[in-house]
């Protein structure tokens, strides 16, 4: 059984749970904190792709929507249409994706994944699920579910954007979109 935090055992003491903690560190400090750790480990486990995170981005999109034209996942994830160009050219290099002729219109191209994208974008995602299980691995595993469960009902409140993949890709993408 995991030893009960400060704030838990104060709460079940039935003293408030700050008062065990010390004073707030506020709410921006402990988001700028676990962004900034969570970017540092879902860099390193994506560091095989190219473009890293912006990269997984761009695959997992592929991989679990229908195949979206280049245009239509430049504008998606929030990444510049040259950019973009050149990512999408390296990812048919490495056989992770192919652009397909779109039968709807000739002069359109659908980014498609490939089996070994597919393969790849697996073992990538077991990796980022370790990265995330391991940067809350000081909470116990049910403060874990209610955690992610709370941030996803926050983050759905405050955004219009139906697409996690293009939040996710345009908070970590420069201004500039490169």
């Known amino acids: 059984m995991p030893t009960p ?7 079940q003491d039935g003293a408030p749970a700050a008062a065990a903690a010390g004073p707030s560190l506020g709410l921006s400090w402990s988001l700028v904190a676990l962004l900034r750790e969570w970017s540092t480990r879902v860099d390193a486990a994506t560091e095989e792709l190219p473009q890293g995170m912006r990269g ?4 997992r999109v592929v991989v679990h929507d229908s ?5 239509a ?7 510049d249409r040259t950019v973009m160009t050149y990512l999408i050219d390296s990812y048919v290099e ?22 070994h994208g597919r393969k790849v974008l697996a073992g990538v995602d077991v990796r980022v699920a370790a990265a995330e299980e ?5 909470l116990p595993p049910e403060d874990r579910v ?10 759905r409140g405050v955004t219009q ?9 345009r908070a970590t993408t420069p201004p500039d979109g490169r």
């Open 5 to 11: 935090t400060p704030a838990h055992q104060a709460a």
């Open 56 to 59: 997984y981005q761009v695959l």
């Open 67 to 71: 195949p979206p034209t280049q245009a």
């Open 73 to 79: 996942l430049a504008a998606r994830l929030g990444i």
């Open 94 to 115: 490495c056989g992770l994706v192919e652009r397909q002729q779109d039968p709807a219109d000739r002069r359109a191209r659908r980014i498609v994944a490939t089996a």
């Open 134 to 138: 391991d940067l809350l691995s000081g």
């Open 146 to 155: 209610l955690f992610r469960e709370l941030l996803e009902r926050a983050a």
């Open 161 to 169: 954007d139906d697409d996690p993949c293009g939040v996710v890709a």
